[in-house]
């Protein structure tokens, strides 16, 4: 479980710095830029910008 959790931190902060990037909005698609950004992350691929 702390795999998942630690997984969920990351995507967590790097979607902060995303809606940073994008002029601080909320991102209603929040889901399923998490869920892209963990399966990229497992899977070695480019991470969602």
Do not use: C, F, Q
């Not at 995303?18 to 869920?35: L, S, T, V």
């Amino acid at each position: 479980m702390t795999d998942l959790v630690d997984a969920l931190k990351r995507a967590a902060d790097a979607h902060g710095e995303h809606e940073d990037r994008n002029g601080g909005e909320h991102d209603e698609n929040w889901p399923e830029w998490y869920a892209a950004y963990m399966v990229a992350e497992s899977h070695g691929e480019r991470l969602p910008d």
